[in-house]
């Protein structure tokens, strides 16, 4: 995240104190673990937490996927950008990355994480207010919901898509549960006449079958007082999340797309890889040496070789 925010945000820290960041940090897991429905983000602690163990991590997917966005958009003008759920604005923040001249909107009903945001987005116009009321989803050529479709309960999926001018972009954290809010969305929007920009190679059926779901990692360093708090020794970890970005006017999305670690063995590399006409294990053996350099490049959620 850009260093002021990581400033701002140590700050906070420091005014809440780490025994009750962790105790806040650690309730907020549970909840997270063992609830069906994710918390409501209360209080200056929650709140702290929030910023310290989850902003980082959900802006490093926020910022892979408006990226992607980005390079298969290319040209094409995004000056507004409305985030529906944005909470401390993680991914307003990265979208800013893609697109420093876009004027922001942020939507959600926490207060307290919307005068975080307020912080490092003073720019930005802030609407306190709960997102199923359609009435505030005025358009904006880029809307984003980062972790938040599948929190907002009765999600109003054609009102988000008629306030998206250019494109609508959902990520979900990278599990079943997350990938089962994507696909549906991608299903309901694509049949709307929606055009896909990524992840997927196609606008057919997703070849993705139960138990399997379609998610990436994005890498996240550690602060050291993240790592205090969470009691954790790794300086880094890997964010996993399911997307689509959808456009209202035809793109040409990636030919195919690696949709796992690429698995290394002795003079072969194989990489899963979704295509348009269904998922594939492609294979690179030393033999054909331009094929085998492209796959030692080759990440998770890059297009394919
Ligand atoms: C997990 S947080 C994600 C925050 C932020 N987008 C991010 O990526 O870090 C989910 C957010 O959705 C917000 N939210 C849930 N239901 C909502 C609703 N009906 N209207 C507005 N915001 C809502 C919550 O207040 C919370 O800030």
């Given amino acids: ?7 701002a945000i140590e700050d906070r820290a420091g005014e809440v104190g780490p025994a009750s960041l962790k105790r806040a940090a650690a309730e907020m897991s549970d909840a997270y673990r063992a609830g069906k429905t994710p918390p409501r983000i209360a209080g200056a602690e929650r709140t702290a937490a929030y910023l310290v163990t989850r902003m980082p991590a959900t802006y490093a997917a926020a910022r892979a996927v408006l990226r992607e966005t980005h390079r298969l958009l290319g ?25 420093p001249a876009a004027a922001v909107t942020l939507i959600d009903r926490d207060r307290a994480l919307l005068d975080a945001a307020r912080e490092w987005l003073p720019q930005a116009r802030v609407l306190a207010d709960d997102a199923t ?21 009765r999600l109003p999926l054609a009102t988000l898509w008629q306030a998206a001018r250019v494109a609508l972009i959902l990520i979900e954290p990278g599990t079943p549960r997350g990938f089962a809010v994507i696909r549906a969305a991608r299903s309901e929007l694509l049949a709307a006449g929606a055009h896909m920009i990524a992840p997927c190679p196609a606008e057919g059926a997703c070849p993705v079958i ?17 790592r205090r708090i969470k009691g954790a020794d790794l300086g880094y970890e890997d964010e996993k999340y399911s997307y689509v970005a959808l456009a209202r006017e035809p793109v040409a999305p990636a030919a195919s797309r690696i949709v796992g670690r690429p698995r290394h063995h002795p003079g072969l590399i194989e990489l899963e890889t979704c295509t348009p006409t269904g998922l ?3 294979r690179a053996t030393k033999r054909d040496r331009d094929r085998f350099r492209s796959a030692r490049h080759a990440e998770w959620g890059a297009p394919g070789i």
């Fill in 1 to 7: 995240m850009p260093r002021h925010v990581r400033e």
């Fill in 75 to 99: 040209g094409r003008e995004i000056s507004s950008v409305l985030d529906i759920g944005a909470g401390s604005g993680a991914a307003a923040l990265a979208a800013l990355e893609e697109y």
């Fill in 133 to 153: 009321r359609t009435s505030t989803l005025v358009p904006h050529d880029l809307v984003i919901l980062a972790y938040s479709a599948g929190e907002i309960a």
């Fill in 210 to 226: 139960d138990p399997d779901w379609c998610h990436f990692a994005a890498r996240v360093e550690r602060s050291a007082l993240h």
């Fill in 280 to 282: 594939t294990t492609v």
